[in-house]
């Protein structure tokens, strides 16, 4: 037999067996083996190495012997365990201590003591809630540690223009929406918490701060409900306050319409930096279009269930083959751009009355917003790289 069993097994052809017999009884016999078994008889099997069978004969590739004092040097052991593995191809082991520790990263120790800190402020109630019901402690401890991974490793997120964020007092930071889910607005807080220390407070829909569940965690995490004196008592109090205009507008519209802003409401967050004299940075997410991409919204199932749209996307048609695993986000390459500061100070807070103030500066952060989308995009090298 030839090609890969002939490393396996040696098979004799009729021809050949004739010619063995006749080779025996001429006297001319094959060599046996020379070595004993272990209940002392001759081994029976033909000679193929020196005298020796396959199974007796002596290999060249097994190692010698430690010898007494390697036997007690763990780094000699060591090198022994790597060298045999490098031998049969095997990967090097990996140390368990070593992959934890490139996890966590190199504060790994701060970071255990800072979850035992967080467990015991929670058991004792050592923690403050404002007025708003932003639960600080919880947010930055638990939450966004949590999603921290998507931010990192599943989406992989770039950020550029972190320095026109302001860095105290009060600022307003106008984003594009999208993903029909909003994990854009998440993740934009997490990565201006990690670039400038400072938590943004989100102005959510009122539909999401009715909703279940959905309301109260919202709060504490830091949104509030998206009305001017929720907005105007955030400003005062200096913080920096996150809105995205397009609402369910642009985190559910179709995907033939990625990366064109809707329309930006009638300029409520505009009047509201207005009032309270503080800057508006233009924010530009790319990569948050593609994690559910909407094919299609079934908007009669909408009206019955009161949502605002209800979409089909392309990883339904995956869920009996992958089940749950297939409603997980597509792992797009994430682009977040901030701006140059929209100063609104030379406006004065009486132009917050002036409609034609407040809908010419909407135009005007829409529009660059826009024009920041489309620079992002003809960058970009590929949707997921």
């Excluded at 012997?65 to 052991?77: F, I, K, Q, R, V």
């Excluded at 924010?283 to 009669?300: C, K, M, N």
Aim: with cysteine; hydrophobic share 40%.
């Amino acid at each position: 037999m030839s090609g890969e069993g002939a490393g396996h097994a040696e098979v004799i052809s009729i021809a050949e067996q004739r010619a063995a017999r006749e080779q025996a009884a001429s006297g001319d016999a094959r060599p046996r083996c020379q070595a004993t078994t272990l209940d002392g008889r001759r081994c029976r099997n033909y000679a193929v190495d020196a005298g020796h069978c396959r199974v007796h004969s002596v290999r060249t590739d097994v190692p010698e012997p430690p010898s007494a004092d390697e036997a007690t040097d763990e780094g000699a052991a060591r090198r022994r365990v790597d060298e045999e593995a490098a031998r049969r191809g095997w990967q090097p082991p990996q140390d368990a201590f070593a992959l934890l520790r490139d996890l966590l990263g190199a504060d790994w120790g701060r970071h255990l003591s800072d979850a035992a800190a967080f467990v015991r402020r929670r058991l004792t109630g050592d923690y403050e809630i404002d007025e708003f019901g932003f639960d600080e402690d919880l947010t930055t401890h638990l939450l966004m540690p949590l999603i921290r991974p998507l931010h990192r490793y599943w989406w992989r997120v770039a950020s550029y223009g972190a320095e026109h964020i302001p860095t105290e007092g009060g600022g307003l930071v106008v984003a594009n929406h999208a993903g029909t889910l909003p994990a854009d607005a998440m993740i934009t807080r997490l990565d201006i918490l990690d670039q400038t220390g400072r938590h943004a407070r989100e102005l959510a829909a009122d539909l999401a701060m009715r909703t279940p569940f959905v309301g109260p965690f919202s709060r504490k995490t830091g949104a509030t409900l998206a009305s001017g004196p929720d907005a105007d008592r955030l400003l005062e109090r200096g913080e920096l306050v996150a809105v995205w205009p397009e609402g369910f507008k642009g985190v559910g519209k179709p995907w033939r319409d990625r990366y064109r802003l809707q329309r930006f409401g009638r300029g409520g967050f505009v009047s509201t930096a207005l009032r309270a004299q503080v800057p508006i940075v233009p924010t530009a997410i790319v990569g948050s279009e593609e994690i559910y991409p909407l094919l299609y919204d079934l908007r009669v199932v909408a009206r019955l269930l009161g949502l605002p749209y209800f979409p089909i996307v392309p990883q339904m048609f995956a869920l009996p083959v992958l089940g749950p695993f297939a409603l997980l986000p597509l792992p797009s390459k994430w682009v977040i751009e901030y701006g140059e500061p929209i100063d609104t100070t030379r406006f004065g807070p009486q132009a917050a009355d002036d409609p034609m103030v407040v809908f010419d500066l909407t135009d005007h952060v829409r529009d660059t917003i826009q024009h920041m989308l489309h620079r992002n995009l003809m960058g970009r090298r590929s949707v997921f790289l």
